[in-house]
Nanobody, 120 residues
Framework: VQLQACGGGLVQAGGSLRLSCAAS????????MGWFRQAPGKEREFVAA???????TSYADSLKGRFTISRDNARTVYLQMNSLKPEDTAVYYC???????????????WGQGTQVTVSS
């Protein structure tokens, strides 16, 4: 599985962005997908995950209600981010793994990352 993330950019606080992650490979629908982020000087942290069917999702507690993960099983997973805050500034990575996991160790494949910058 190869992953290509896009949709990042510069947005003002309170704004929204929608990240996309396009997957190639025949078995995309068998994989759980996750989003992680890493800010400068900080560890990579879990953002959201969705299971293979799209019906099971999980979120970092601090992001519930603002971020929504979804997948269309046509090889794309999305992360809708609303009410963005400056502390959401980070490089966002999508990942694919056998099961939905809140730890980066649970994922086998990673996209290249897309920068999200939220200005105050």
């Amino acid at each position: 599985v190869q992953l290509q993330a896009c949709g990042g950019g510069l947005v003002q606080a309170g704004g929204s962005l929608r990240l996309s992650c396009a997957a190639s490979g025949r078995t995309f629908s068998n994989y759980a997908m996750g989003w992680f982020r890493q800010a400068p000087g900080k560890e990579r942290e879990f953002v959201a995950a969705v299971n293979w069917s799209g019906r099971g999702t999980s979120y970092a507690d601090s992001l519930k209600g603002r971020f929504t993960i979804s997948r269309d099983n046509a090889r794309t997973v999305y992360l809708q981010m609303n009410s963005l805050k400056p502390e959401d500034t980070a490089v966002y990575y999508c990942a694919a793994g056998p099961v939905s996991s809140r730890t980066y160790l649970g994922y086998d494949y990673w996209g290249q990352g897309t920068q999200v910058t939220v200005s105050s």
